[in-house]
């Protein structure tokens, strides 16, 4: 594993690794379901990585096949990092032991469709539906479609608001060598239309000054929380985009997970739900 904050490479047991992959990626105060899940999707994504597949070509990480890095693989952390950042003292063994415990009773389990090791991607809250593969990354997965996630709506992440002068959005935006020719007016209220939207309920095309753009491109450049978003100009001429959810919207919502466990979903039901006709099974 590379180590992105330490910058060093680690080797450590495959299911102590996925412990520290639930940790950082999902509330430990979750339902034992939900964290299941989690552990199957965790253990998934790494096994499919150890395995050469699904490799990214971008040369982060040439050496080892995944990274803590959670804006690139998943991220890691041990019991006492978690303990200093988030836990406490007095929680830290009650969680880590909820965890373990997730860990264990799914050991060796992945998710696999058609007999191939699946891509399990997942995100913090998908806004009421997830997106699919195929509109966020151009690419059609039979696995990762569109679904309901109620859940996602009762959830703290769920609205976000971002604000931005006309001169911020033309800083974000031309500081990308490929939108250098981007242009915006001060008075751009003429200027922002969304053109059509994604099975998921996200934003597919939106027009913005001189340009069309992805969904998914202007939430990048703009660090916006999704691509489920509303845009208004406010009374101060700042351009507003209200967003629903956190992440990409592929996959597993960890927040619609955490809901259908609550209501007696069991950690198979939760995953067979995000990722379309898989099977769970040992991977050797």
């Known amino acids: 594993v590379w180590m992105h904050e330490e910058q060093k490479v680690s080797e450590m047991d495959l299911e102590e690794y ?39 070509k971008d040369g982060y990480h040439t050496d080892t096949p995944i990274c803590t890095d959670p ?60 997106e699919s593969a195929l509109d966020v990354w151009g690419t059609p997965v039979s696995y990762l479609i569109s679904v309901p996630s109620k859940g996602d ?45 994604t099975d998921g309920g996200g934003v597919k095309t939106l027009r913005l000054g001189n340009k069309e753009f992805k969904g998914t491109e202007i939430r990048k450049l703009l660090s916006l929380k999704s691509t489920k978003f509303t845009v208004s100009i406010n009374d101060e001429n700042k351009i507003c985009f209200l967003t629903k959810g956190s992440g990409h919207g592929v996959g597993m919502s960890q927040w619609g997970a955490n809901y259908l466990a609550m209501n007696g979903g069991t950690y198979i039901e939760i995953l067979e739900h995000y990722y379309n006709g898989i099977i769970v099974k040992k991977y050797r």
């Open 153 to 197: 709506l009762y959830s703290p992440t769920l609205d976000n608001k971002h604000e931005f002068t006309p001169d911020e959005i033309r800083e974000k935006i031309k500081s990308d060598p490929d939108y250098a020719d981007f242009a915006l007016s001060d008075n751009p209220k003429d200027e922002i239309e969304i053109i059509d939207y």
């Open 18 to 56: 996925i412990k520290g992959v639930v940790a950082a990626e999902m509330p430990a105060s979750f339902e034992a379901e939900a964290l299941k899940a989690q552990a199957v999707a965790a253990r998934t994504y790494a096994v499919a990585r150890l395995l050469g597949l699904y490799t990214p």
């Open 71 to 130: 804006a690139h693989c998943q991220g890691y952390k041990t019991k006492e990092q978690m303990t200093e950042i988030h836990w406490g003292k007095r929680a830290a063994n009650r969680y880590w032991k909820k965890i373990a415990e997730a860990v264990e009773e799914t050991k060796g389990l992945v998710i696999t469709c058609n007999g191939e090791i699946a891509n399990p991607v997942y995100h913090s809250n998908a806004g009421g539906k997830t």
